[in-house]
């Protein structure tokens, strides 16, 4: 009951601060100017090559032109989720508000649970309105439907939950500031192992294929977005881009595997409770 209390009051602060409002406005924004990029490339594209009229070609521009909104909204997340929790307990420490919230009968693990519930409710909900808004704003337009818009949004949301989680449980260990530091470069450090992968990949490189998979196993937040970029792609696409072998160096062209998604979903639980046990032991 005190974790539902502290996510309530948790929400509460991020609407008072007006983070939500700001969130809404460059969203909408967001969104706005990918529908109109969206139809003015469609239909300049009809105009100078005929009609994509052809099922290849409508897939193929569908494809591409709904990956690279996606991918957009995946950074838009993951740098929410991380600014949302970069100093969701540090920066009460730092205040001095978490000794008199602390002094109620509230344990830290619920205080720690509630913020993340919390947060990670406003992330799900912010990626399935993005993502749910440019896939319909792409099928009214092009007539382009994703062959799996349910899974594809779901790992997306996995994705963002992952660095949330991840930033909270270094909230509870560093200072907002040094936290800031070392999960933005761990954000980069996993899209950087993603790019390490394609390129390792390319070059039947095992060396480069075993170092990006380490990299993903320690932060997955790129590796799930690859999984969830796949179920985004056309089968016309895929068979193009296996009688070509080339194909767009952001997206997965194979679908996750079992065990990356499974252990996907086991690090924000696993780190939840590291950092529940961390700020239990924390000396205030």
Known sequence: M????????????????????????????????????????YHN?????????????RAMFGTIMSVMGLYAINFLASFLA???????????IDSGALHAVLARPLRRAEFVAGRWLAYAGLIGLYVGLMAGSL???????????????????????LSAIVLLTLSLFGSTLLSTLANGVVVFSLFGLAWLAGIIEVIGSALSNEAMLNTGTAISLLVPSDAIWRGAS??????????????????????GHSPPATAMVAW??????????AAMLTFGRRDL
């Open 2 to 41: 005190n974790t539902l209390t502290v996510a309530r009051f948790t929400l509460q602060e991020a609407i008072s601060r007006r983070l939500v409002l700001a969130g809404a406005i460059l969203s909408v924004a967001f969104l706005g100017l990918f529908v109109l990029g969206f139809a003015l490339i």
């Open 45 to 57: 594209t009809s105009e100078l090559s005929g009609p994509l009229s052809d099922e290849q070609s």
């Open 264 to 273: 996907s979903l086991l690090y924000p639980l696993a780190l939840l409770g």
């Open 135 to 157: 896939l319909l704003s792409a099928w009214l337009i092009s007539d382009y439907a994703v062959p799996d818009p349910v899974r594809a949004t779901l790992l997306m949301m």
């Open 82 to 92: 991380l600014f949302l929790s970069v100093g969701a307990i540090s920066g009460e």
């Open 230 to 251: 796949y179920y985004v792609l056309s089968p016309l696409y895929l068979a193009g881009v296996s009688a070509n072998h080339e194909g767009i160096a952001i997206v």
